[in-house]
Nanobody, 121 residues
Framework: DVQLVESGGDSVQTGGSLSLSCAAS????????MGWFRQAPRKEREGVAG???????SYADSVKGRFTVSQDSAKNILYLQMNSLKPEDSAMYYC????????????????WGQGTQVTVS
């Protein structure tokens, strides 16, 4: 089992930046992709970005060019650098892991963190 703990959420102004982190522990050896998802009130959870064990990254169209996903494999930490933030980026952000290729489908992911809140105004 993998345990995930997100941090770094905050309230920022439009155009600002935030960096989220996700620390993974437990049995991480089966993880192939680590991903970031977000969920705003009354909306479905959506994929934001993901990174596979070979370093390949993928992004939702809405965040391409603004967000960057990275990882420190030695420390089992996943990062999400968010720049040029918009009000529509406001959501609870979750990290998740899957033994599969990265996808934007939450049902493909088996381990989830508790989330960290990002508010842009």
């Amino acid at each position: 089992d993998v345990q995930l703990v997100e941090s770094g959420g905050d309230s920022v102004q439009t155009g600002g930046s935030l960096s989220l982190s996700c620390a993974a522990s437990g049995y991480t050896y089966s993880t192939y992709c680590m991903g970031w998802f977000r969920q705003a009130p009354r909306k479905e959870r959506e994929g934001v970005a993901g990174i596979e064990s070979d370093g390949s990254t993928s992004y939702a169209d809405s965040v391409k060019g603004r967000f960057t996903v990275s990882q420190d494999s030695a420390k089992n930490i996943l990062y999400l650098q968010m720049n040029s933030l918009k009000p529509e980026d406001s959501a609870m952000y979750y990290c998740a892991t899957t033994p599969l290729y990265c996808s934007g489908n939450p049902t493909d992911y088996s381990s989830w963190g508790q989330g960290t809140q990002v508010t842009v105004s």
